[in-house]
């Protein structure tokens, strides 16, 4: 992708250069509007690689030039606007811009009144997805989920003209519509049709061998039976699609324990301390209205490092295990993770983003009693930082100065990262119950 990008630049520029504006470079080359949103395409995909705004802002403003130049009968006219609400979204969620909000969904409904009833459901199902995203950044405005749900359940009325993937993606944002209204409005209804959608998305991706976002499916399926408020709250169901989120090699490492994260940090799990945690970092979120909060350390302190919720059964062996080992799993992806990229500044990133698992990993496999595969899991953790360090540690002194400070400055942070104190701290022993 990369390596295209000039090409199509060099192909923009050789156009532009022979003095014709850009409507009648258009007349004559009716490739022109394919080529600038070709490039607009693939900075859309390195802003969604590397998060740079840059990028982003640069592929909304050639797929502008795009919707200006493209004459109305243009064939693929609408996918283009759609192309351009999208990544209006993204913005507007990132920056928080409702103006930006604003103009995609004009334009989505503008592809959606351009489209051929074949592609309707298509840009329906964007529209869908887009309503939802809209509440959840401005949730004063419920009735964009209630159209959200709305239009998901119109495009599912129509869904022989869908592919698998496009009717898994529908059936997820209905369940995830359906999840957020639950969390507002607390609906029995709700609950129960969210759980319904996420399964019939994992079971049709499962039967159809559509495998593009099954690990997104399998940790969405888990994050509802992780949420202790339905009546289906179910530690251990909620574990076991975890682990299969984790187990899917059809997603990268570092998505999947993205994927992980997201799921557990979804749910705040209440600790007979009277105070908060965020499960998969342990973050203290603040002290609980609770005036019982001198529990005793022991039980507090288990509770704080498994992350358990109250309601679940201590002899319950099995969910403390299934805990265990998807924490275990998770950290055994991490050497996937140093070698994401061939940038090692990039490696060092992304490893302390997800460094803290090796800690609870760690102290999870203790709590289980098993000592050597907790030592194991505690120098596999730093020797990933150690040997990033090792590998930049050859012939310093032939590299030109410019070069060879920063590589030098690299090295020790990573030195220094292996023996990082984790984010748990230094833990008092439990004291006898």
Same mark, same amino acid.
């Given at each position: 992708?990369?390596?295209?990008?000039?090409?199509?630049?060099?192909?923009?520029?050789?156009?532009?250069?022979?003095?014709?504006?850009?409507?009648?470079?258009?007349?004559?080359?009716?490739?022109?509007?394919?080529?600038? *949103?070709?490039?607009?395409?693939?900075?859309?995909?390195?802003?969604?690689?590397?998060?740079?705004?840059?990028?982003? *802002?640069?592929?909304?403003?050639?797929?502008?030039?795009?919707?200006?130049?493209?004459?109305?009968?243009?064939?693929?006219?609408?996918?283009?606007?759609?192309?351009?609400?999208?990544?209006?979204?993204?913005?507007?969620?990132?920056?928080?811009?409702?103006?930006?909000?604003?103009?995609?969904?004009?334009?989505?409904?503008?592809?959606?009144?351009?489209?051929?009833?074949?592609?309707?459901?298509?840009?329906?199902?964007?529209?869908?997805?887009?309503?939802?995203?809209?509440?959840?950044?401005?949730?004063?405005?419920?009735?964009?989920?209630?159209?959200?749900?709305?239009?998901?359940?119109?495009?599912?009325?129509?869904?022989?003209?869908?592919?698998?993937?496009?009717?898994?993606?529908?059936?997820?944002?209905?369940?995830?519509?359906?999840?957020?209204?639950?969390? %507002?409005?607390?609906?029995?209804?709700? %609950?129960?049709?969210?759980?319904?959608?996420?399964?019939?998305?994992?079971?049709?991706?499962?039967?159809?061998h559509v495998h593009a976002r099954k690990a997104l499916y399998y940790s969405?399926?888990?994050?509802?039976?992780?949420?202790?408020?339905?009546?289906?709250?179910?530690?251990?169901?909620?574990?076991?699609?975890?682990?299969?989120?984790?187990?899917?090699?059809?997603?990268? /490492?570092?998505?999947?324990?993205?994927?992980?994260?997201?799921?557990?940090?979804?749910?705040?799990?209440?600790?007979?301390?009277?105070?908060?945690? *965020?499960?998969?970092?342990?973050?203290?979120?603040?002290?609980?209205?609770?005036?019982?909060?001198?529990?005793?350390?022991?039980?507090?302190?288990?509770?704080?490092?498994?992350?358990?919720? *109250?309601s679940i059964d201590w002899k319950d062996q099995k969910s403390f295990k299934?805990?265990?080992?998807v924490h275990m799993k998770a950290v055994r992806l991490l050497p996937e993770?140093?070698?994401?990229?061939?940038?090692?500044?990039?490696?060092?990133?992304?490893?302390?983003?997800?460094?803290?698992?090796?800690?609870? /990993?760690?102290?999870?496999?203790?709590?289980?009693?098993?000592?050597?595969?907790?030592?194991?899991?505690?120098?596999?953790?730093?020797?990933?930082?150690?040997?990033?360090?090792?590998?930049?540690?050859?012939?310093?002194?032939?590299?030109?100065?410019?070069?060879?400070?920063?590589?030098?400055?690299?090295?020790?942070?990573?030195?220094?990262?292996?023996?990082?104190?984790?984010?748990?701290?230094?833990?008092?022993?439990?004291?006898?119950?």
């Amino acid at each position: 992708m990369e390596d295209s990008m000039p090409l199509y630049r060099r192909a923009l520029q050789g156009a532009q250069e022979s003095g014709l504006s850009e409507s009648e470079i258009v007349r004559e080359d009716p490739f022109y509007v394919d080529t600038l *949103n070709s490039l607009a395409v693939r900075m859309a995909l390195r802003y969604a690689d590397f998060q740079d705004l840059d990028d982003l *802002n640069e592929s909304i403003g050639l797929s502008k030039r795009v919707r200006s130049l493209c004459p109305p009968d243009h064939p693929y006219r609408h996918g283009f606007i759609a192309s351009l609400a999208h990544a209006l979204t993204q913005r507007g969620t990132r920056l928080h811009s409702i103006d930006d909000l604003d103009e995609a969904e004009r334009l989505y409904q503008e592809a959606l009144t351009q489209a051929s009833e074949a592609n309707r459901p298509i840009y329906l199902a964007s529209i869908a997805h887009f309503l939802r995203i809209r509440y959840e950044n401005f949730p004063t405005e419920s009735h964009y989920l209630d159209k959200a749900i709305a239009a998901a359940e119109e495009v599912i009325a129509l869904s022989e003209h869908l592919e698998l993937q496009q009717k898994t993606d529908v059936l997820y944002n209905l369940a995830c519509s359906h999840s957020t209204r639950f969390g %507002a409005l607390k609906r029995a209804a709700d %609950a129960e049709a969210a759980l319904e959608y996420m399964e019939q998305a994992v079971h049709i991706s499962e039967a159809g061998h559509v495998h593009a976002r099954k690990a997104l499916y399998y940790s969405s399926l888990a994050q509802l039976y992780l949420d202790q408020d339905p009546s289906y709250f179910d530690v251990r169901i909620g574990l076991e699609y975890l682990t299969s989120a984790l187990d899917d090699t059809h997603t990268s /490492a570092r998505i999947r324990l993205t994927y992980m994260r997201t799921t557990l940090d979804s749910v705040r799990w209440v600790l007979s301390t009277g105070k908060e945690y *965020n499960i998969s970092g342990l973050h203290y979120l603040g002290p609980s209205p609770d005036p019982r909060a001198d529990a005793r350390l022991t039980l507090a302190f288990i509770r704080y490092s498994l992350g358990l919720v *109250n309601s679940i059964d201590w002899k319950d062996q099995k969910s403390f295990k299934a805990l265990v080992e998807v924490h275990m799993k998770a950290v055994r992806l991490l050497p996937e993770i140093a070698y994401f990229g061939l940038d090692v500044q990039s490696r060092l990133v992304a490893l302390r983003e997800f460094g803290e698992l090796t800690s609870i /990993a760690t102290l999870l496999a203790c709590f289980e009693r098993r000592g050597c595969e907790a030592v194991e899991i505690m120098e596999e953790g730093r020797a990933l930082f150690w040997s990033q360090a090792l590998k930049l540690r050859t012939q310093f002194d032939e590299l030109p100065a410019d070069i060879r400070t920063p590589l030098s400055t690299l090295s020790r942070d990573l030195e220094s990262e292996s023996y990082r104190s984790t984010e748990l701290g230094i833990l008092p022993p439990p004291r006898a119950m």
